[in-house]
């Protein structure tokens, strides 16, 4: 369906009660009704000025892309065979395109702008960990990885190896099976999990080419690169001395006859370059255990040095976040504009005291902590900015409803503002602060708000460089509200 204007969105402070004078921030609202829940996942393809978006029920699927130059909306085939899709760059194409891994391979979507039928091409044939279909469910999973080329090479988990497949200029990949196992975990006679491990992308000898880092067993298997662009199979095992906890000793499976009270578990939550000079660094999350409920954090943080060896680190932390509790989630990027990476961190207590909260209020709290890396390399032992949310949480449908809390930069000077959702029915947008990281001030605007705000993603939806707002509902949100998505344009 076309929607035929962009309605002006005029975000008005709350101190302007009865003024008319407009305030920073503006935006525009556009409406896209859909056939289906938005409650899958959401994708754009921004040189195709396409966004994709998928949804399920108990008994179908959906993908749609919507037009993001006139808003319409087209559904597009879903193979039995295919359970995830992602983007990548593809030889001879000049933008991304929309692919599929299916059971037996990955395939792409042709024609997605030429007004054809969407047709399907196999691109590469794989196994992989997906052998049988969640015919329930369709969603956005990273398929591609960038090695270098200019071109999306694609990196599939399978039981026994990591499928390395290189595209080639002419379109062609070849292929190098890694041998790194998935994960698995066993909880009873007739359940078993299994998942791929993380792969992270960085350049190890410091040869200007970047290699392939897995986690194994508390330690760091790499594979590397050749000046050809072909990958070595057998892992290299880099003496760094950042003390890791093993598969055995991070198991918190309660079978085990294992008492944890007192235990820690260091696991890697980052490998990314915070202060900007180039070497990756490493984020350890160390989780401190108390008891069942009693569970606090920390983050050690180990800078990248360069040696004749290659990349090493010390064996001591240069810096720390320390916390009181466990956090829900960790983003680390850039919020102030300074070139250095900012933690932000939402973490609520797990306790007596929030479980009354929750039965007699049906809400826990959120506490979202700001660190802000110095030009000293340090993030403070207190957070630079905190800001309060709350958890909607419903026992009767155990459902947990996160509140719409995100950081956007609205005007594209690589400052973010601060949008917080309020009672469902109010968006409120803290601006950037030079001193404070974000104002204590909100511009306020009132509309109706998805059920679960989880879901509402921040992109550049017409790449002029400033940050737009989806918000995807579902069949569950109010009635006047279901199965749309409504699109905030930063002005």
Do not use: C
């Amino acid at each position: 369906m076309r929607h035929p204007v962009l309605l002006p969105l005029f975000l008005l402070g709350s101190s302007l009660l009865l003024s008319a004078k407009l305030a920073a921030f503006e935006m525009d609202k556009v409406q896209v009704p859909l056939s289906h829940p938005a409650n899958g996942s959401l994708m754009v393809l921004a040189e195709q000025q396409q966004l994709v978006v998928s949804g399920f029920s108990q008994f179908d699927r959906w993908l749609t892309t919507v037009n993001l130059t006139d808003f319409t909306s087209r559904a597009l085939p879903i193979p039995t065979t295919s359970q995830f899709f992602d983007q990548a760059t593809l030889a001879n194409f000049t933008a991304p395109q929309l692919i599929l891994l299916g059971t037996d391979g990955i395939y792409h979507y042709a024609n997605l702008q030429a007004g054809e039928d969407a047709s399907l091409r196999l691109l590469v044939a794989t196994p992989s960990l997906f052998r049988v279909v969640d015919g329930v469910r369709l969603r956005q999973r990273n398929l591609g990885v960038n090695l270098g080329s200019g071109l999306t090479d694609f990196l599939i988990p399978d039981f026994e190896h990591v499928h390395l497949y290189r595209q080639q200029a002419d379109g062609q990949f070849q292929h190098y099976p890694l041998p790194v196992p998935a994960r698995i975990q066993t909880w009873n006679n007739n359940r078993a999990d299994y998942s791929g491990r993380r792969h992270y992308v960085l350049d190890v000898n410091q040869d200007g080419l970047v290699d392939l880092v897995f986690l194994q067993q508390g330690g760091f298997a790499v594979f590397l690169q050749a000046e050809d662009g072909s990958f070595s199979t057998t892992p290299v095992y880099p003496d760094w001395p950042v003390a890791l906890s093993t598969e055995q000793e991070a198991d918190q499976r309660s079978d085990a006859g294992r008492n944890y009270s007192g235990q820690q578990i260091r696991s890697v939550e980052a490998i990314t370059d915070l202060d900007g000079d180039g070497l990756v660094d490493i984020v350890v999350n160390v989780e401190l255990i108390a008891d069942a409920l009693e569970r606090s954090s920390r983050f050690d943080i180990y800078f990248g040095q360069q040696a004749a060896t290659g990349l090493t680190f010390s064996s001591t932390p240069e810096t720390q976040i320390v916390l009181d509790s466990v956090p829900t989630e960790v983003v680390i990027a850039d919020f102030n504009g300074d070139g250095r990476q900012d933690f932000y961190i939402p973490t609520t207590k797990i306790g007596v005291s929030t479980i009354v909260r929750v039965l007699l209020r049906g809400s826990a709290n959120l506490d979202v902590d700001f660190y802000l890396l110095s030009a000293q390399r340090r993030y403070a032992a207190k957070p630079d900015f905190r800001q309060q949310a709350k958890i909607d949480v419903s026992i009767s449908n155990l459902r947990f409803d996160m509140p719409l809390f995100e950081l956007i930069d609205l005007q594209g000077t690589g400052k973010k503002s601060l949008v917080l959702g309020e009672s469902g029915k109010e968006l409120r947008f803290y601006g950037p602060e030079s001193t404070k990281l974000f104002n204590r001030t909100s511009e306020r605007v009132t509309l109706s708000l998805p059920r679960d705000a989880s879901r509402v993603k921040v992109f550049d939806l017409n790449t002029d460089g400033k940050e737009d707002l989806v918000l995807p509902f579902d069949s569950l949100d109010t009635e006047g509200q279901r199965n749309q998505l409504i699109l905030l344009y930063s002005r």
